[in-house]
């Protein structure tokens, strides 16, 4: 298995909802990412996971919350979130430590709409 | 914080045509990466390079890390439509450093005309 797979595709959510997003990948990769991608700019990281320990937060805002509950998944949790939070999310995953330089595998993303 | 300088920006182009497009900065990397995403999908990774002048070839793609480490140019020859989509650089400078330095350019937008 050498894919990153995202749940949901997409999301619609009211500004007052609690939504999760779901990460989940079994190429034995130690680290997760957390990436938002706006229409036309490239991917911005959020949050790195290395050896399901959170090693950085991007200063993001506290109403994006992940949690990595084990070494195949990462969730992200949403909650009380701005219409300017619409954007793509991508998870990706890579080896851990010097490793990560062999490149990271993305997911397909979810699209997340705030209403 | 650091910046990749991707150019062009956006390309338009006939089917059969080559593509050239180019990622500098004023750091060193040590490794380089293209990915290409497609609209509503994640990066996928074509090409990754680890060593200073290597060329690196997949299908019709070819890519080299520079002389110096601190640019790197993807080629793709004989476009066909289905290259359509944005390509990005992406690098890392530091070597078993910290995890999420994996640092984009701003992606290079290609049509092919057929």
Redesign the interface.
């Known amino acids: 298995d050498t894919e ?1 797979t ?1 749940t949901p595709k997409h999301l619609v959510m009211g500004m007052t909802n609690k939504k999760s997003l779901k990460c989940e990948q079994h190429m034995g990769h130690r ?1 997760m ?1 957390w990436y938002k991608q706006k229409a ?4 911005e ?1 959020m949050f ?1 996971y ?1 050896y399901e320990k959170l ?2 937060n ?1 200063s993001v805002p506290s109403r994006f919350s992940p949690e990595c509950p084990n070494s195949s998944l990462l969730n992200l949790h949403l909650h009380a979130l701005q219409p300017e939070d619409s954007a ?1 999310y ?1 998870c ?1 995953s ?1 080896q ?3 490793l ?10 979810t ?1 997340l709409t705030v209403v | 914080g650091q910046q990749l300088n991707q150019s062009p920006q956006s390309m338009f182009i006939q089917e059969g045509e080559d593509v050239s497009m180019n990622c500098t900065s004023s750091s060193i990397f040590n490794t380089w990466l293209w990915y290409k995403q497609d609209p509503g999908e994640g990066p996928v990774l074509l090409i990754a390079l680890y060593k200073a002048g290597e060329l690196t070839s997949n299908g019709r793609l070819t890519a080299q890390f520079g002389i110096t480490r601190k640019d790197s140019f993807l080629n793709i020859s004989a476009s066909i439509p289905s290259d359509v989509g944005i390509y990005f650089c992406a690098g890392q400078l530091e070597y078993g450093g910290s995890q999420g330095n994996l640092i984009f350019g701003k992606g290079t937008k290609l049509s092919v005309k057929p």
């Open positions: 990153v995202q680290a990412y036309k700019k490239p991917p990281l790195v290395s090693s950085i991007e793509l991508l990706a890579s851990a430590g010097a990560a330089n062999y490149g990271y595998t993305f997911g397909s993303g699209r």
